[in-house]
């Protein structure tokens, strides 16, 4: 059987190689009024039956072009597309293998007075400043989302977590008709959407309303994607819903419902599931909201996704979420684009951890085990609005404000010990907390801009504030034990108890936080449209509040009534700043740059009610600097340069003398005498693609000089207490760099193959503190990485990925060892769509670390798999998903630093199967008007 298979595959692979045949398609492109050559030209060959593309290209700046491939037509239609010119067609006969066309006229249009309302066919087009696809003209797999269309176009990746760049720069904001979509979440957008809505899909750099209106170049460190709906296609009512069951109670449910109306559009989603999916994740070929472009997490176990707060955090979470988005346009003249949306989200989690540390001082080391356990539950809300308002061509007016609140509620107990390196008892722990938060905030931007005269001037104003509480209710029940030698006993070599601190603690604690934030710009033309001089003059103010208000539990009431002074507190804090500066833009075809200096005066203060005698009030005063350049050889390869100076004042809770004995075996005390650091950095780029022969190339160079970095420095006892202080240092830096190449080679009209190959490295030295004495560390890394995908059309896809990571770190101290670490990872992902309707996926993970302790794990596997099948015309998908096929997940880990090594296992999410069930649903087609008035990029 095994043999029949390979000779029908090669059997295939012959009949597709016999049947396509080699072809060559050449020319030069001139303007017809005065032979001038046409550089990025989008030159593209259809076949007569369909109009579906075989290939394209784009001409060089010579006006030449190539058009090469392989393909069983024997003649097709040639297209030449290039803005402000009549779109150029020729009949050619493929079977003559080589054709040279010569020189190619293009004609003016002369209907063409505004580039943008032109139709074109062209699967690429390159305007001034956007770079434009047809959705038409690329080929995906069947329901393929906005995320499947977006890794089919050249020089855009999109990697696993979401992420998209275009030609190695972020894509940060994602557009639907120039306007956000629900809440302008860019995972939303690509995972939710399907391809056959879009029409166009527009690149452009990243710009503020107010930056979009005025027309200012920006620095295009960051890519905007708009996606445009087509006419006959905005309209209706389109959506899924899905559910899912698995084995170990494990669930997972999403749907999203979508009413489009011209301007008018209505979004509504809802999710929830218990297998640690932040609720936006359904259906295994992840067409439901998936993945995430950022994550970090706070110490109660809050997490936050692309800057949404979800709650939940490590171990198992179950999360629940619903939304709503809404965006319109109001007014007699469509001057008023309104836009909000809701969403809530709610999670519950519980994760138990136990670690084993070794501590590493300059003369010993000492070890440390500890266990703990943690529930979470916590519920958010979020109401964000927006108005944009233009009151006439030269005078915008935008108003966002934005409401929070949340809530959660955490179980905490945990367990510590410490012993000496001849491995006696030095110390032990346990605590038991339950704490109960709420978070509230309103936050308000207005930002207006006046343009004037026909130059480029303009005049910009804002105003930001932000109001927030937070308040807590903690209780604590903790003992703390130090053991030391025996003094009455000489003879006796254990350590016995010698002070004990037990804690039965209540703690009520508010913090409010009112800050008002606004600045002024003022741009003077010197040069009409390409020379600036910008003022600018920024004021802000923080003023917080914190009153935390600690009370032992009486041994006479029994109650919490004896108010604890040091661990209460009562601060008033201050930070004022006040900012003028002036910069020069400078911008002419090819290049851009800038360059601004600014002056600041900063204040900060805090008043001690509880301890007057530790107030204090620092003033800080520091130029900076920030400066841009981007040079662009054509249309499609640039080079730029940023240097900063930024100038950091250290935190108030960094000055402050006040000793913060929260943590018994470790006393903070802040140092009033600090100094501001200064940072530096500096930071150089290049990029390339080339459309005709599908290449791609970036490569950076990176570094960052810290002087009177602020750090923490540390002094521990005999009993391993702990006493932490901060100071300056000098001598920090950080130095990176490294390049990405891509290349595809289509094989034929159905078969591809793209390589990818990088190299990144880092450089950083730091100087830090252990048990008193200063040190160096220096920490070296090169990483490699390879990246192969083989594309069968509409059979199977396998891009296997393999990266290794060579890391060495050395120190200028004696108590530390020289370490040298390496680590492989492999990763293979396949995809099958044979037979018809089926679709097999496997995502395997092999990661090899060689340098952990004996008896640790050394390697691991990680296989998730997924078959689905579509029906009744594709609207409905049965998902069969198997999480963790070999059982090996683990969350045991190993992690070195300079001053520790640690070994750690926590909860995890074991192996499951799960049977889900999606439905798609689409009603859009009714032709209605769109309103063509360009897009902001906020």
Known sequence: MNRLLVVLALL???????????????????????????????VYLQKEKDSSLITYTISDKNGEFMLENKTSEKSANMFVSYVGYNTYFKKV?????????????????????????????????????????????????????????????????????????????????????????????????????????????????????????????????????????????????????????????????????????NDRRLSVLAGGNNINSPGFSFGEIRKMFGGARSMSMSSNGTFTIDGRTFGGGQGITESRSIGANYADVLGKKDNVDISADYFHSGSSSENETASQRENILPDSRYFTNSNSVSNSDSNSHSVNMGFDVEIDSTFLINVDPSFRFSDGKTTYNSRENSRNQDGQLTNDSYTNSYVENQARSFSNRL??????????????????????????????????????????????????????????????????????????????????????????????????????????????????????????TDFEYLDEESTPGISINYN????????????????????????????????????????????????????????????????????????????????????????????????????????????????????????????????????????????????????????????????????????????YGNFNRSINYNNDVQYAGKVRSISPELDVTFEWKDIFEIRPRYSVNFTKNTYDIEAFDDREFLSHELRLRTAFFLPKNFEWRNDINYVYNPNVAAGFQRSAWFWNATLAYSFLKDKMTATLKVYDLLDQNTNARRTATQNYIQDSQSTVLKQYFMLSLSWKFNSLGKKGEVNDRGFWRD
Do not use: W
């Open 588 to 759: 002419k075809d090819k290049f851009y740059s800038r360059i601004g200096v600014s002056y600041l005066f900063r204040t900060m203060e805090n008043t001690d009610f509880l301890r007057p005698q530790l107030s204090i009030k620092r003033k800080f005063e520091n130029m900076q600097i920030n400066s841009y350049l981007n040079y662009r050889f054509g249309k499609n390869s640039s080079v730029y340069f940023n240097y900063r100076l930024r100038n950091e004042a250290p935190q108030l809770s960094q000055l402050q003398a006040f000793q913060d004995v929260s943590n018994p075996l470790n006393t903070v005390t802040g140092n009033p005498n600090l100094d501001p650091s200064n940072n530096h950095r500096l930071y150089f780029g290049f990029n390339s693609y080339n459309f005709q022969d599908r290449t791609g190339f970036y490569s950076y160079f990176g570094a960052q000089i810290t002087d009177n970095q602020v750090v923490s420095k540390t002094t521990i006892n005999d009993d391993l207490v702990r006493e932490t202080t901060y100071t300056n240092v000098n001598g920090n830096y950080n130095v990176y760099g490294g390049f990405d190449y891509d290349k595809r080679i289509k094989l034929d009209s159905i078969r591809t193959v793209k390589l990818g190959v990088g190299v």
């Open 12 to 42: 295939c692979i012959s009949m597709s190689f016999s049947q396509s045949k080699h072809f060559e398609i050449s020319g030069t492109l001139l303007a017809e009024e005065d032979r001038t050559p046409l550089e990025s030209a989008t």
């Open 93 to 261: 006969n493929l079977e003559k293998g080589k054709i040279n066309l010569k020189e190619i006229l293009m004609q003016v249009n002369s209907n063409a007075l505004d580039e943008v309302v032109i139709k074109s066919a062209a699967p690429v087009t390159i305007k001034k400043d956007t770079l434009e696809f047809n959705v038409k003209s690329f080929k995906t797999k069947k329901d393929a989302t906005v995320e499947d269309l977006l890794k089919q176009l050249p020089g855009v990746e999109v990697d696993d977590e979401g992420q998209i760049t275009v030609n190695g720069k972020p894509v940060n904001k994602i557009l639907v008709n120039g306007k956000p979509f629900f809440g302008d979440d860019p995972t939303i957008t690509t995972k939710n959407l399907t391809k056959e809505i879009i029409d166009k899909i527009q690149v452009v750099d990243t710009k503020s309303k107010s930056e979009s209106f005025t027309g200012e170049t920006t620095d295009g460190e960051n890519k905007t994607i708009n996606l445009t709906i087509s006419e006959d296609k905005n309209k209706g009512v389109f959506g899924r819903v899905a559910a899912g069951v698995g084995t170990d109670e494990r669930y997972e449910a999403a749907g999203m419902l979508n009413y489009f109306n």
């Open 447 to 568: 930002n207006v801009t006046k343009r004037f005269g026909d130059k480029g001037g303009y005049i910009r104003m804002n105003i930001n504030n932000e109001i927030s509480t937070r308040t807590s209710d903690d209780y604590l029940n903790s003992e703390t034990n130090i053991y030391g030698e025996d003094v009455t006993d000489p003879n006796n070599p254990d350590f016995v108890l010698i002070d004990q601190e037990a804690r039965d603690q209540y703690t009520d604690s508010e913090n409010e936080v009112n800050t008002i934030s606004s600045g002024i710009t003022y741009r003077l033309p010197i040069v009409a449209k390409s020379l600036f001089l910008n003022f600018q003059y920024n004021y802000s103010r923080s003023k917080t509040n914190d009153v935390k208000t600690t009370l032992d539990r009486s041994g006479t009431s029994n109650e919490f009534t004896d108010f604890n002074q040091d661990l209460s």
